[in-house]
């Protein structure tokens, strides 16, 4: 998919707050050459206090949210992150994060960068394997890498400088204050010169010593701040970029599996295992707990084995499912409101919203690569939780930890997927079973089937309004219950979440410290309700939040036009945050709001806070029927959005270049789950089974005109940014629609009622034949 027209802007003409500096510990490692860590104590990242606003009482989220949280989770091993000066004067690091294509090895790199004085190209990122000692440290979601490395990451390049210069000053026989530091080398006043690289070993140190040093204002940031391209764009284009499925390992084959028709289906015979095996290319088949595995010589070969398995199949976890069972079980579990209309005395708005399943499959699907023996295990995958794939597979194979080693490849995308290691964990089950490294990819349709959804979800709110005034505002979500099987990162918290009673907990937990309301509206409360464990579900860049805010800010356009507002308007004065009305006050004026359209198209409008970042959007949709009536082959076109302006104050943007991009998949995504994107449950399985049928924001449906403003620095530090813009978008596309069409929208995506408009694939054979016809089906 092209990218659409857009322009961005950065509204520079601001400076952040002043800071009080502080003096941060960290340590000088005994290596052979300069390495260098950090020691972040409680206070250096403490959260903000959210001011209390009258009429309503801050919730949760506002005082102490879940990023917060995840923060003071890395706190104890901070001091486990190193930096290493290698003698060929560049900087080596390790990020025990997972990098799926929201950019943070360029934002790590530039934060190193920053501090060292050395050129980002002279930066090596690469992806840390599993590392247990780090505990919470190597969870990679809820929009909090660069949050969390923030200050660590720049202590530790700040204390390898000072180190630099210290030794800098012995080579040259100056005072380490008369030098300076430039891209790598060390000048002294006389003119005199030395690289990092010539210091690297001698500033090593032969003992841990802890030191002090203070980060650079941000008054002085010559990197921090300004726009960067990625440190890995080149490869990428080009083909270089090395995925999971591109490593090379000895001897491990391309490896699929037959599924079950229905969602887990378990295997209760197989008729023509051996004849599988004496196919062209296939050297096993075996059974495995989620299907029957063939290992092949191609990919092409393995599908053909899995189409010619004749398996008889038990039933599954939601056999007999349909949207309209599920829909019934939500609403049996919504918890009451508990406001009464007053007739006499209050007005209300009473809404209940529905929510379908979305898919979960990222471009990259499910693959890992494992090398299974009789005393060790190997892994190769993308992984945003490999301590937790590390300890789960050893428990698995019956081997201790240590003997399993997990090694993160960079991925395909995720938010959300790569939380779970579904595909690492099957592959290391059919390695174990056939003797031998298997390389294992999942097939599309497996991954829309068999793979993690977003949950189906109602959200149910009632507001009411006397005098002019929102006097209380109930949401009650309900939700099929969300997997948080991978915890926070180690096996502690994952076995918890997977515990009949843990896993609610843990769900609310989430839920609370992630949902906030912007808006004054007096006795507020937002609850969560789950049920159904039946389904393979996930995070989907978000949680609940693109849901939560959909039905809220529809409600505001609803409080807006019964009490006679302007829907701009009415969410300035009720807004608690200066931050936030910034962003809705620069879209509506980008976006020239209130401007006169023709009938069947409108503006909507609307905020998200979250993370400690705010983002507004503003947005154009046609609903006009030569617009809707589009034919193009294969594909549904339905209404456009055709403009949209989106502001966004993340604190401070590390990278603006790379928050542009963030914002613009975020609205892409806004707008699929929206209008065009969900899944159709039907008889106990996904009618889904391709991005051919499922709908996703395409080039005939992104907006024509797209406008991203980066807000001036705020906060002196980031907020999270990868999830922040599809509430946002969802919620904007939503009211522009109800605007357009006269109609508030309830049911998510909006032509999940229509005719399904694609036949959809068997379940029997569980997957398609390789296509033969590719270059007359592209545009």
């Known amino acids: ?234 490869d990428a284009v080009t083909g270089r970029k090395k995925f999971a499925m591109d490593l090379h390992v000895p ?84 918890l009451p409101l508990v406001v009464p209309p007053l007739d006499l005395l209050t007005k209300a708005v009473d809404a209940r919203f529905t929510f379908h399943f979305a898919s979960n499959s990222a471009l990259e699907t499910n693959c890992a690569i494992a090398d299974v023996r009789a005393d060790s295990a190997e892994i190769w995958a993308s992984l945003k939780s490999p301590i937790v794939a590390q300890e789960q597979i050893a428990l698995q194979l019956g081997l201790p930890a240590t003997a399993v080693k997990v090694h993160v490849t960079e991925g395909g995308g995720s938010f959300g997927r790569k939380l779970f290691h579904d595909g690492a964990r099957e592959a290391a089950e059919i390695s174990r079973a056939v003797g031998k490294p298997v390389k294992l990819m999942w097939h599309r349709t497996d991954d829309f089937r068999q793979g993690r959804t977003h949950p189906m979800a109602t959200s149910r709110v009632r507001a009411t309004y006397a005098l002019g005034e929102v006097l209380t505002y109930e949401q009650r979500h309900t939700s099929v219950a969300t997997d948080f099987g991978h915890g926070l990162g180690e096996i502690i918290t994952s076995e918890a979440a997977q515990l009949p009673v843990g896993d609610l907990t843990f769900s609310e937990t989430i839920f609370t410290l992630t949902q906030q309301s912007p808006y004054n509206f007096g006795v507020t409360t937002q609850l969560l309700s789950e049920t159904d464990k ?106 456009r959005v055709t403009k949209v302006v989106c502001a966004v104050d993340v604190g401070l943007a590390v990278n603006p270049r790379g928050l542009e991009a963030q914002m613009m998949g975020g609205i892409s995504d806004g707008i699929a789950i929206t209008l065009s994107s969900g899944l159709h449950l039907q008889n106990g399985h996904f009618l889904e089974g391709s991005w051919d049928n499922y709908f996703y924001t395409r080039q005939w449906n992104t907006p024509p005109e797209l406008e991203i403003i980066v807000m001036p620095a705020t906060t002196g530090k980031p907020g999270g940014a990868g999830e922040l813009a599809v509430a946002g978008a969802m919620a904007a596309v939503a009211c522009a629609y109800g605007r357009a069409t006269g109609t508030m929208p309830t049911a998510f995506p909006v032509n999940h009622g229509e005719p399904l408009g694609f036949e959809p694939l068997p379940t029997t054979p569980p997957i398609p034949a390789s296509p033969t016809d590719g270059l007359s089906r592209a545009y």
């Not at 295992?273 to 010589?297: E, F, H, N, Y």
Request: proline share 6%.
């Open 1 to 234: 998919m092209g990218a659409p027209p857009r322009s961005q802007r950065h509204e520079t003409d601001g400076e952040p707050r002043e800071f009080t500096r502080r003096r941060f510990l960290g340590y000088v490692v005994a290596a052979s050459t300069l390495t260098v860590a950090a020691q972040i104590g409680e206070e250096a990242l403490a959260p903000a206090q959210a001011a209390a606003a009258v009429p309503s009482v801050p919730g949760p989220a506002e005082i102490y949210d879940l990023n917060d949280m995840l923060t003071h989770a890395t706190l104890p091993t901070a001091n486990l992150i190193t930096i290493r000066i290698d003698s060929d004067g560049t900087a080596s690091f390790a990020l025990p994060r997972a990098e799926v294509g929201q950019g943070i090895t360029t934002s790590s790199a530039m934060l190193i960068a920053e501090e060292l004085d050395l050129p980002v190209d002279r930066i090596r990122v690469t992806l840390a394997d599993a590392r247990p000692e780090l505990l919470f440290n190597q969870l990679t979601g809820g929009s909090n890498t660069t949050i969390s490395t923030y200050t660590p990451i720049r202590v530790a390049a700040t204390i390898a400088r000072g180190r630099l210069l210290e030794a800098a000053a012995l080579e040259l026989g100056e005072v380490a204050g008369s030098l300076t530091a430039k891209a790598g080398i060390i000048t002294s006043a006389t003119g005199r010169s030395v690289t990092y690289g010539e210091l690297a070993e001698k500033a090593a140190s032969g003992s841990t010593t802890q030191v002090s040093v203070t980060l650079k204002e941000p008054s002085a940031f010559k990197v921090i701040g300004v726009g960067h391209g990625r440190v890995d764009a080149l």
């Open 534 to 639: 039946g389904f393979n579900t996930g995070s989907m860049r978000n949680i609940y939040s693109p849901n939560v805010r959909c039905a809220q800010e529809l409600v505001v356009d609803e409080l807006a036009k019964r009490m006679g507002k302007d829907p701009y308007a009415f969410r300035r004065q009720y807004l608690k945050e200066e931050r936030a009305r910034a962003v809705l006050e620069k879209v509506a004026e980008v976006g020239k709001w209130g401007r006169a359209m023709p009938a069947g198209t409108a503006q909507g409008i609307a905020i998200h806070p979250e993370y400690h970042a705010f983002v507004a959007v503003l947005a154009e949709i046609d609903c006009r029927p030569e617009t809707t009536g589009r034919k193009i082959r294969d594909a549904y076109t339905g209404p």
């Open 251 to 334: 001897d491990a084959l391309p490896a699929m599996v037959c599924r079950p028709p229905t969602i887990n289906g378990t295997v209760r015979s197989v008729e023509n295992l051996d004849a599988v095996r004496a196919m062209p290319g296939i050297t096993d088949a075996v059974r495995i707990s989620t299907g029957v595995a063939v290992r092949g010589r191609t990919f092409g070969q393995c599908i053909d084995a899995v189409r010619a398995l004749n398996v008889t199949w038990g039933p599954g976890s939601a056999e007999d499912a349909t949207d309209a069972t599920v829909l019934q079980e939500l609403r049996r579990a919504e």
